[in-house]
Every structure is written in structure tokens, then in C-alpha cells.
């Protein structure tokens, strides 16, 4: 079974690598399940982590732009594809025509590269609780009206998904992710960067600036449920998914006044005065477009678990990325 991550060496690209190496089995395109004997990961950068060593892992470096370059990577013999090689929401905010050629083009020339294999393949796409529209408490019937370029193209790659799986071209699913917290490494272009930046700083011993109000709410998810999100929305029953694909992943929604809180209770005062507030209005007016309360029965329904709490969180980034041990 082959197996293609765009975005492969990228945070959760690499993560859910290692999860299916470690756990090879997915189901494959006649639902039973199999092993994974080829995993591929493709991205447009050279990796900053070391990619697996595992000769089941080959990595290959190009342009989701470029559709020869994908035609080459999701050939005949590909049976599923993670999408997750994306420009993310400040950076598309900030570069438009970017975002759109990313986003927008590079899903369209995944979905047409799968088209043409003429296997079915399944193909799970990335979206974001971004294509809402401000509404502070979403289900699965709330209307998309995103407020940014990223919603909208990440809405209309939705769309596309349920059409191309409508029309027999692939098995398409989406999976909605609310913001991913804590995520490893350093801060990237993403509006909602600095929720993972004001836990993660603090516990590896550096100051950092929180932007927005303390008040402000934000729906979030660990790396590690994200992961078997997706392997779950991957697995799933294509046709009791319906003529939707999209499946909106839950998270709990702390304030973050309640995630600094969270921070202080678990590290001390000494980690949690590390973060000083530097309100950002451009920063404020994108995530206050975005949804505070979710209740995704259709995630529920898949036994999809989202974290038990912000500490379960923290503790988890913890153990798993700093090696148990806190900057002090």
C-alpha cells in the first residue's frame, strides 16, 4: 500500500509519518485493512527534522504548484493521500496571490493527479475551523463564511473534495482542525502561531509576547490528537460519510487568560511571567473570526477524542518535546 503526505516533513506531516510507520495498518481502497510498504513525503523544503529512517520512507522535494511534479508523485500505484502542504493563515492573509496558488491550485492539482491515476484513491484534505465566519458557537450545519483568504480557500477545497468524490474521481474526507497547540519547533506565519508561542516559549526558558485579549477564546487540539484525527477520518466508511466529506474536529476551548492560567498552575510563576502582554489589532480581528464553541456530532460518531483539558496538553508537549523536563 502506498501511502503520499504533502507536506510530509512539516509538524504534523512528519508526526502522522511516524504514527503509521510505528502502526502500518490503514484501510485500503477496497476497506479492508492493510500494511503500508511505501510511504512518500513530499514538501517543498528541505526537512529541519530529520526524516524517518525507514526504508519504507522516501522523500522528494518540489512545487505543489507544479502539476507534473504532482502527476509524478501521486501515480497508479497511490492509494491514499494526506494533504496537508498549505500556506498558512497569516501568510495568505498577507501574500493573496500565494495563498490562492498554494491552497487553492496545489489542492486542485492534487485532486486532478488522483483523478487521473483512475484508482479511486482516497484522499484526506486538511481544512481549518477558519472557514467560519465569527459565529462564536458552530455544529455541523453551520454555514462556511470565512472572514480571511485561508478560510475561503480552504472552504472552497472542501467543496472541491465532495465534487471530485461525487463525480467517482477519488474518496475524498476533510478534516476540520481547530488550532493546534502546542505545536514543536518555532513560531511560523500562522495568525494563530502565538497560542501555541505563549505555552511553548515560556516552558523552554524564553520570553514571548501574548497578542491578543486574555479573554479571547480559542478552540484547540493537541498535536497527537490531530494525528489520530486524521487516521481516523482516513478510515472511515466512505458512504456513511455521505455526499459531505467534511467532518469538524472538536477541541476544548479555554480562554487564554485559562491557558496561562493552565501554564502557571503546572510550571510555576517563574515559566508563566515569561509571557508579557503586546496586544496586535491585525492579530486580534483574525482570530476574532473564528469560532469559540464546537459540537461536531459527526466527530463524535467516528470516536474522534479531542484533549481533556489545557494541562492534559501542556503535559503531553512536556513529556513528549522537552524530554520531562521545564526551563527554568
Not at 58 to 81: F, H, N, R
Not at 172 to 201: D, M
Request: aromatic share 6%; net charge negative.
Amino acid at each position: 500500500m502506498k501511502v503520499v503526505i504533502t507536506g510530509g516533513t512539516g509538524m504534523l506531516g512528519r508526526r502522522l509519518a511516524l504514527r503509521i510507520l510505528e502502526k502500518p495498518e490503514l484501510t485500503a481502497l477496497d476497506g479492508t485493512p492493510r500494511e503500508v510498504d511505501k510511504l512518500v513525503l513530499f514538501d517543498a523544503f528541505e526537512p529541519v527534522e530529520p526524516p524517518p529512517d525507514d526504508p519504507r520512507v522516501e522523500l522528494v522535494t518540489g512545487d505543489i504548484c507544479d502539476a507534473a511534479t504532482v502527476d509524478a508523485l501521486i501515480d497508479g500505484e497511490t492509494d491514499s493521500v494526506f494533504h496537508f502542504a498549505a500556506v498558512v493563515s497569516g501568510g495568505a492573509e498577507a501574500d493573496f496571490d500565494l495563498g490562492y496558488a498554494v491552497n487553492l491550485d496545489g489542492g486542485r492539482n492534487v485532486l486532478e493527479a488522483a483523478r487521473r491515476t483512475g484508482r479511486c484513491p482516497r484522499i484526506v484534505f486538511t481544512s481549518s475551523l477558519a472557514v467560519y465566519g465569527g459565529e462564536r458557537s458552530i455544529d455541523d450545519s453551520t454555514a462556511l463564511t470565512p472572514r480571511t483568504s485561508y478560510g475561503t480557500q480552504k472552504a472552497i477545497g472542501e467543496l472541491l473534495v465532495n465534487d471530485y468524490t461525487r463525480k467517482g474521481f477519488v474518496d475524498g474526507r476533510t478534516l476540520r482542525l481547530p488550532t493546534i497547540v502546542v505545536r514543536p519547533g518555532k513560531p511560523n506565519a500562522a495568525a494563530s502561531g502565538f497560542a501555541s508561542s505563549i505555552l511553548r516559549e515560556p516552558l523552554q526558558g524564553d520570553v514571548v509576547e501574548n497578542p491578543v485579549d486574555p479573554e479571547t477564546r480559542m478552540l484547540i487540539l493537541s498535536p497527537k490528537r490531530a494525528v489520530q484525527a486524521f487516521i481516523d477520518v482516513h478510515n472511515a466508511d466512505g458512504e456513511s460519510l455521505g455526499p459531505n466529506r467534511s467532518v469538524m474536529m472538536n477541541g476544548i476551548s479555554p480562554t487564554i487568560g485559562e491557558m496561562l492560567e493552565a501554564l502557571r498552575a503546572y510550571a510555576g510563576d517563574e515559566v508563566a511571567d515569561r509571557v508579557t502582554a503586546k496586544p496586535d489589532e491585525l492579530i486580534q480581528t483574525i482570530v476574532d473570526g473564528w469560532p469559540w464553541f464546537a459540537d461536531g456530532a459527526r466527530a463524535r460518531a467516528l470516536e474522534m477524542e479531542p484533549d481533556a483539558s489545557v494541562e492534559e496538553i501542556i503535559e503531553t508537549f512536556v513529556d513528549e518535546e522537552l524530554g520531562g523536563t521545564i526551563a527554568k
